[in-house]
């Protein structure tokens, strides 16, 4: 199973809005409204941000949303603010019963 | 409060087992499926295994087939992970996590991780 694609990095300044794309397949994201999406700080635990493709868990910040067109999901911050620089990954449920991960993009918020 | 408590890691020499384990609190364990999530050393997350809420249902990523097996006991409110036939790509902070969906698919709740070194 191979890993979902996202970009390595992005950025955006404060008050912007930045979007995230992960890529997959026929298999996997196209396949199924199960993407999630996670944000990771410096040797914390990963924290949900985004299920079912836009369903947000209580308290996360309406600031985030997500998408999905095809094989490809997008992960959207409005409104960016310095603390959400930290590294996301996206994942989706697979046709195997497994999860994949996609690789992590560092979001830097100039 | 919901909490997630890893243990068991350390450091072991390839083809040498460990144990993890997983201990919950603060949610009724047997309603949700559990996940095991791994992240090198300075890489990305990958989804390890998971098991169904009664036990029945398994689930593994390829790499780890046939040398990881998860489990889980209601009574103790925790799940494990017995990982035999380590290898040193097995290197890894091992993270359990609580399945927030059916099928298991996004991790609401996750551990702060035990970190397994396998090296000679």
């Known amino acids: 199973q191979s890993a979902l694609t996202q970009p390595a990095s992005v950025s955006g300044s404060p008050g912007q809005s930045i979007t995230i794309s992960c890529t997959g397949t026929?298999?996997?994201?196209?396949?199924?409204?199960?993407v999630s999406w996670y944000q990771q700080y410096p040797g914390k635990a990963p924290k949900l941000m985004i299920y079912?493709?836009?369903n947000r868990p209580s308290g996360v910040s309406n600031r985030f949303s997500g998408s999905k067109s095809g094989n490809t999901a997008s992960l959207t911050i409005s409104g960016l603010q310095d603390e959400d620089e930290a590294d996301y990954y996206c994942?989706?449920?697979?046709?195997?019963?497994?999860?994949?991960f996609g690789g992590g993009t560092k979001l830097t918020v100039l | 409060e919901v909490q997630l408590l890893e243990s068991g890691g350390g450091l072991i020499q390839p083809g040498g087992s460990l144990r993890l384990s997983c201990a919950a609190s603060?949610?009724?364990?047997?309603?949700?499926?559990m996940t095991w999530v791994r992240q090198a050393p300075g890489k990305g997350l990958e989804w390890v295994s998971a098991?169904?809420?009664?036990?029945?249902?398994?689930y593994y990523t390829d790499s780890v087939k046939g040398r990881f097996t998860i489990s889980r006991d209601n009574s103790k409110n925790t799940v494990y992970l017995q990982m035999n036939s380590l290898r040193a790509e097995d290197t890894a902070l091992y993270y359990c996590?609580?399945?927030?969906?059916?099928?298991?698919?996004?991790?609401?709740?996750w551990g702060q991780g035990t970190m397994v070194t396998v090296s000679s």
């Open positions: 996590a609580r399945d927030l969906t059916v099928p298991p698919e996004a991790f609401d709740i």
């Open positions: 603060g949610f009724t364990f047997s309603n949700y499926a």
């Open positions: 098991i169904s809420g009664g036990g029945g249902g398994t």
């Open positions: 026929s298999s996997d994201v196209g396949r199924y409204n199960y």
């Open positions: 079912d493709v836009s």
């Open positions: 994942s989706s449920y697979t046709s195997s019963t497994t999860v994949v």
